[in-house]
């Protein structure tokens, strides 16, 4: 039976014995064959997310999609990405190894970056990354100097502060544009950026970025944004010669995490980001330029969920019920970081009636390890498997080692087959850095 919980992945049913089926598998027995905590992906929503937006955006040739990997990222990630032709935004050196370890193409890499040190820099340009998108002053000089001794002329995008700021329910312009990443509009220090950019011999800037933030679940922001660059574009081209061929919107798209938030569809995001900027070049006079999108959490965050054991039931008569499970904050830092809201599931029993309002409180020793406020369950009892779902995004790539917690395992599943893409850490690996005191 089609179990229509919105958080969770698509695929989700409930089986004949009652529990929770992802992409054909049943949950209570993934838990119990690879332990818990466990991240379990449903691929295929992954990769018709994937399609989405490149059919979506398909009607401006050359848009390119760029996932951004600080959501999440493994080899077998990467390499899904790689097979569904998609582009890869990196954040660091690390995110770059992981990307090349793949063989990621490299061509199709975006880094960024507010502090990347000259051998990050260095790296890019000698693996011939296909950007790095310009965050400083300071970073175009050293780019321009690294490129220069690796004998390339390094393609880039110059990043810009909008102003514009999404949150969650609404959007503010700041006339401050208080950010520690990229280019100020509204202080010329962007225009000089452009200018010190075309200057640079080594530097070949194709066209500019921005990216007004994340967990947006409205469609104006996106609106603004484009016709703010639309006029510093025209700025550049009047003031410069500079006419941008490329406009990196950056990423930001929301994710359902309760079932109530309705982010807007990918398809209507692709609408008025394409309409938008045509008519707003338009009206700038400026040619259409090839577009690009960087979704993370869009991508996966609904596709993961996370499966723990409850360890204990701790019940404060006329207070609360705390359900302690085997994993907490060094899983999924949001909560306590973000006072992120999620839901919890029963793996065994999604379809039993609540009958109780539960906190799921996370193993580590802060008060604030708190995974889930008031989830409405049905009478949980120790050695129960707890999901929390759309924990695909921002979970795993931030989790810690925090209380000597080892990290958990991270499943692909797909036609009722899992495989194991990233293995749980073991005790071991928590001392495998350590030097002993001779
Ligand atoms: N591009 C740039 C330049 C970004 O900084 C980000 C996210 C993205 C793309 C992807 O944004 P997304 O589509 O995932 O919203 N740790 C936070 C989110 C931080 C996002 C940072 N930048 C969280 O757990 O909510």
Redesign the pocket.
Known sequence: MRLSIPPLPQSSTVNAAGRLEVAGCDVVELAREFGTPLFIYDEQQIRERCREYQSAFGRVPGTKIVY?S??FSCLALIQLLAEEEMSL?VASGGELFTALSAWFPPEEIFL?GNANTRDELHWAVRNEVGYVVLDSLAELEVLDRVAGEAGRRQPVLLRVTPGVEAHTHEFIQTGKQDSKFGFCLADGVALDGVSRALEAPNLKLEGLHC?IG??ILALEPYRKTIAIMADFMAACRDKLGFEAGSLDL????GAAYLGAEQPPRVDELAETIVTATRSEMNRAGLAVPRLAV?????IVANAGITAYEIQAIKTIPGVRTYAAVDGGMSDNL?PAL?G?EYMAVIAGRPLEEPTASVTVAGKHCESGDILVKDARLPDPARGDILVTPATG??GYS?ASNYNGQPRPAVLFVKDGDARVVIIRETYEDLIRLHQRIE
């Open positions: 951004a600080k959501a935004d960024h990216h994340s967990q950056g990423g930001g798209l960087e979704p993370g959490r869009s949001r973000y992120a995004a921002y931030m």
